[in-house]
């Protein structure tokens, strides 16, 4: 059984920010099931909280994911965008 990768980002990231509500995750398959995309876009304010200085916070979320993904056997990759930019940040 596949594990709620969206759940998953959900109970990490929550307690962060402020407006929880407001956050964005969408979960995308790719190479036949085996990568997972996962993108989290929030306001400018609250995705550079989970990015961190230096993206330190964003890099122990994405090491935490993918250890969850192993157990899948799948690749997860998380990119995190600013509703207010339309930037990227991979």
């Known amino acids: ?3 709620d990768y969206t759940k998953i980002i959900h109970a990490i990231i929550d307690p962060m920010v402020d407006d ?3 956050l ?3 979960e995308i398959n790719e190479n036949n099931g085996k990568d997972l995309k996962i993108v989290v876009a ?5 995705i550079s909280r989970l990015i ?3 993206g330190q916070i964003a890099n122990s979320i994405r090491e935490i994911v993918s250890i969850a993904g192993k157990s899948d056997e799948i690749h997860v990759h998380i990119t995190f965008e600013s509703f207010d930019e339309g930037l990227g940040v991979e």
């Open 1 to 3: 059984m596949a594990m």
């Open 20 to 22: 929880p509500e407001s």
């Open 24 to 26: 964005f995750i969408r």
């Open 42 to 46: 929030a306001k400018g304010d609250e």
């Open 52 to 54: 961190g200085k230096k």
